[in-house]
């Protein structure tokens, strides 16, 4: 479905129907550098389960019609109040009666609680997968991690995007992107240029159930990083599982390889946002 944000930028929603009408539809953000295409084995196992899926095009990236450079350049504040505004407008409209989940992969994942706690009333809750906070405390040997945030920006800067691609670290980044993010790297607060926003207020106030899985051999992501990102949500009900390979069909359970069996995360994803819905009805479910 084409969408075009509030900024005048054009790309491309795909959402993954069921056969029925769905109960659930789940707004997902790719990963850095990730296009939204490549989740698609993921959209078609939740609609085996009688879920929607909305896979969310990052400006920059697949079918948007931006690509980062000297002449094209955008950040956090981009990307939170024009471009998912516009796809998940166009998802409720298509689904007015199901309840709707954001979620994300990695940055899409932190996006994902920034955009939930901008509108808290808007999601039945979040849905966590290979994502956490970068703050560089978080990470074993994080002092090198440090210098490569120090290094980012500048470097954006500098080539006019971060090349992602060359460096071998997401795609080629905007350097708005690169200065936000690489900013909550070294500090550990999310904020976003041009956002006159307190995220931690924002984010300390989300009560909406939250369910993450890490995957056990994700160095891109430790047991730190997630545990600093859930912290941030503390009114937030949690639940956190651990990938290992044998949900994976014996693949190594890392930030990527999930993408390409996501059969079981799907399944235990599905039972969560049914459990989830029962309680807050005032029924038994499982917490």
Same mark, same amino acid.
């Given at each position: 479905?084409?969408?075009?944000?509030?900024?005048?930028?054009?790309?491309? &929603?795909?959402?993954?129907?069921?056969?029925?009408? %769905?109960?659930?539809?789940?707004?997902?953000?790719?990963?850095?550098?990730?296009?939204?295409?490549?989740?698609? %084995?993921?959209?078609?196992?939740?609609?085996?389960?009688?879920?929607?899926?909305?896979?969310?095009?990052?400006?920059? !990236?697949?079918?948007?019609? *931006?690509?980062?450079?000297?002449?094209?350049?955008w950040g956090y504040r981009e990307l939170l109040e024009a471009d998912l505004p516009a796809g998940i407008e166009e998802t409720r409209a298509r689904w007015p009666r199901a309840k709707?989940? $954001?979620?994300?992969? =990695?940055?899409?994942?932190?996006?994902?609680?920034?955009?939930? =706690?901008?509108?808290?009333?808007?999601?039945?809750?979040? $849905?966590?997968?290979? =994502?956490? @906070?970068?703050?560089?405390?978080?990470?074993?040997?994080?002092?090198?991690?440090?210098? @490569?945030?120090?290094?980012?920006?500048?470097?954006?800067q500098l080539i006019g995007h971060l090349p992602g691609r060359r460096i071998g670290f997401g795609g080629n980044e905007a350097r708005g992107v690169t200065s936000d993010w690489s900013?909550?790297?070294?500090?550990? *607060?999310? +904020?976003? #240029?041009? !956002?006159?926003? #307190?995220?931690?207020?924002?984010? @300390?106030?989300?009560?909406?159930?939250?369910?993450?899985?890490?995957? *056990?051999? #994700?160095?891109?992501?430790?047991?730190?990083?997630?545990?600093?990102?859930?912290?941030?949500?503390?009114?937030?009900?949690?639940? $956190?599982?651990?990938?290992?390979?044998?949900?994976?069909?014996?693949?190594?359970?890392?930030?990527?390889?999930? !993408?390409?069996?996501?059969?079981?995360?799907? +399944?235990? &994803?599905?039972?969560? !946002? #049914?459990?989830?819905?029962?309680?807050?009805s005032g029924g038994v479910g499982r917490t």
């Amino acid at each position: 479905m084409p969408v075009v944000a509030l900024d005048g930028a054009r790309s491309e &929603l795909i959402l993954v129907q069921p056969a029925d009408y %769905p109960r659930h539809v789940l707004y997902w953000l790719p990963a850095m550098g990730v296009p939204a295409k490549h989740y698609l %084995p993921m959209a078609e196992a939740f609609a085996a389960h009688g879920i929607a899926v909305a896979l969310h095009e990052w400006r920059g !990236m697949g079918s948007s019609d *931006r690509r980062a450079g000297r002449r094209g350049n955008w950040g956090y504040r981009e990307l939170l109040e024009a471009d998912l505004p516009a796809g998940i407008e166009e998802t409720r409209a298509r689904w007015p009666r199901a309840k709707l989940w $954001v979620g994300g992969h =990695s940055l899409g994942g932190q996006l994902s609680c920034l955009y939930a =706690s901008l509108h808290q009333d808007a999601f039945a809750g979040l $849905v966590l997968i290979a =994502s956490g @906070a970068p703050y560089w405390r978080r990470f074993p040997h994080g002092a090198w991690i440090l210098w @490569a945030y120090v290094l980012a920006a500048p470097l954006a800067q500098l080539i006019g995007h971060l090349p992602g691609r060359r460096i071998g670290f997401g795609g080629n980044e905007a350097r708005g992107v690169t200065s936000d993010w690489s900013r909550s790297g070294r500090t550990g *607060r999310y +904020a976003a #240029d041009g !956002m006159a926003v #307190d995220f931690a207020r924002q984010m @300390a106030a989300v009560k909406q159930p939250v369910l993450a899985l890490r995957l *056990r051999d #994700d160095w891109m992501v430790p047991f730190g990083s997630l545990e600093w990102l859930l912290g941030l949500m503390p009114q937030a009900p949690r639940q $956190v599982g651990v990938v290992t390979p044998e949900q994976l069909a014996g693949q190594r359970a890392d930030h990527f390889t999930w !993408m390409k069996v996501p059969d079981s995360l799907a +399944a235990q &994803l599905v039972e969560w !946002m #049914d459990s989830s819905v029962i309680i807050s009805s005032g029924g038994v479910g499982r917490t």
